[in-house]
Protein backbone atom coordinates (compact mmCIF):
# COMPACT_ATOMS: atom_id res chain seq x y z
CA UNK A 1 0.00 0.00 0.00
CA UNK A 2 3.12 2.20 1.26
CA UNK A 3 3.91 2.55 -2.89
CA UNK A 4 0.77 3.65 -3.93
CA UNK A 5 1.21 6.44 -1.76
CA UNK A 6 4.53 7.37 -2.92
CA UNK A 7 3.19 7.59 -6.34
CA UNK A 8 -0.12 9.33 -5.49
CA UNK A 9 2.93 12.05 -3.55
CA UNK A 10 5.34 12.28 -6.84
CA UNK A 11 1.87 12.64 -9.48
CA UNK A 12 0.77 15.65 -6.99
CA UNK A 13 4.22 17.11 -6.30
CA UNK A 14 4.30 16.98 -10.18
CA UNK A 15 1.00 18.63 -11.16
CA UNK A 16 1.79 21.33 -8.44
CA UNK A 17 5.36 22.04 -9.80
CA UNK A 18 3.65 21.98 -13.15
CA UNK A 19 0.81 24.33 -11.95
CA UNK A 20 3.41 26.86 -10.48
CA UNK A 21 5.07 27.41 -13.35
CA UNK A 22 2.06 28.42 -15.11
CA UNK A 23 1.38 30.65 -12.82
CA UNK A 24 4.49 32.67 -12.67
CA UNK A 25 3.53 36.30 -14.23
CA UNK A 26 5.33 36.49 -17.62
CA UNK A 27 7.08 39.60 -16.98
CA UNK A 28 8.90 37.78 -14.09
CA UNK A 29 10.22 35.54 -16.79
CA UNK A 30 11.75 38.51 -18.90
CA UNK A 31 14.13 39.49 -16.73
CA UNK A 32 17.52 39.09 -17.85
CA UNK A 33 18.74 37.49 -14.66
CA UNK A 34 15.95 35.23 -14.34
CA UNK A 35 16.45 34.22 -18.34
CA UNK A 36 19.92 33.36 -17.16
CA UNK A 37 19.37 31.13 -14.60
CA UNK A 38 17.24 29.17 -17.00
CA UNK A 39 19.62 29.16 -19.72
CA UNK A 40 22.02 27.96 -17.24
CA UNK A 41 20.00 25.08 -15.21
CA UNK A 42 20.35 22.50 -17.34
CA UNK A 43 23.76 22.61 -17.40
CA UNK A 44 24.35 22.72 -13.72
CA UNK A 45 22.15 19.44 -13.18
CA UNK A 46 23.49 17.54 -15.79
CA UNK A 47 27.37 18.40 -14.53
CA UNK A 48 25.54 17.23 -10.86
CA UNK A 49 24.14 13.94 -12.48
CA UNK A 50 27.02 13.48 -14.51
CA UNK A 51 29.82 13.46 -11.41
CA UNK A 52 27.09 11.59 -9.35
CA UNK A 53 27.06 8.76 -11.87
CA UNK A 54 30.95 9.16 -12.16
CA UNK A 55 32.61 9.58 -8.88
CA UNK A 56 29.58 7.58 -6.45
CA UNK A 57 29.02 4.00 -5.84
CA UNK A 58 26.27 4.27 -3.33
CA UNK A 59 27.59 5.69 -0.01
CA UNK A 60 31.45 5.53 -1.65
CA UNK A 61 33.09 8.30 -3.63
CA UNK A 62 34.97 6.05 -5.93
CA UNK A 63 37.81 6.68 -9.00
CA UNK A 64 37.40 4.00 -11.26
CA UNK A 65 37.02 4.05 -15.53
CA UNK A 66 34.29 6.05 -15.49
CA UNK A 67 36.16 8.86 -14.25
CA UNK A 68 39.27 7.64 -16.98
CA UNK A 69 36.45 8.23 -19.54
CA UNK A 70 35.24 11.20 -18.27
CA UNK A 71 38.67 12.70 -18.84
CA UNK A 72 38.88 11.79 -22.21
CA UNK A 73 35.54 13.09 -23.25
CA UNK A 74 37.24 15.97 -21.26
CA UNK A 75 40.36 16.34 -23.42
CA UNK A 76 38.53 15.74 -26.14
CA UNK A 77 36.16 18.71 -26.03
CA UNK A 78 39.14 20.93 -25.11
CA UNK A 79 40.41 19.47 -28.54
CA UNK A 80 37.18 20.63 -29.91
CA UNK A 81 36.18 17.63 -31.24
CA UNK A 82 33.10 16.52 -32.54
CA UNK A 83 30.37 15.09 -30.13
CA UNK A 84 30.42 11.71 -31.30
CA UNK A 85 34.55 11.41 -31.40
CA UNK A 86 33.97 12.65 -27.56
CA UNK A 87 31.57 9.98 -26.84
CA UNK A 88 33.62 6.98 -28.65
CA UNK A 89 36.39 8.33 -26.79
CA UNK A 90 35.01 8.19 -23.26
CA UNK A 91 33.79 4.54 -24.74
CA UNK A 92 36.93 3.40 -25.73
CA UNK A 93 39.21 5.01 -22.24
CA UNK A 94 36.49 3.37 -20.20
CA UNK A 95 36.35 0.00 -21.93
CA UNK A 96 40.67 -0.03 -22.08
CA UNK A 97 40.84 1.05 -18.26
CA UNK A 98 38.32 -2.03 -17.87
CA UNK A 99 39.76 -4.41 -20.16
CA UNK A 100 43.06 -3.81 -18.40
CA UNK A 101 41.94 -4.58 -14.89
CA UNK A 102 41.35 -0.98 -13.73
Known sequence: MSIWIAITATVAGCYVAKLVGLLVPSGALERPLVRRLAALLPVALLAALTAQQT????RALVLDARAAGLAAAAVALVLRAPFLLVVAAAVVVT???RAVGG
Do not use: L, R
Open 95 to 97: AGV
Open 55 to 58: FADG
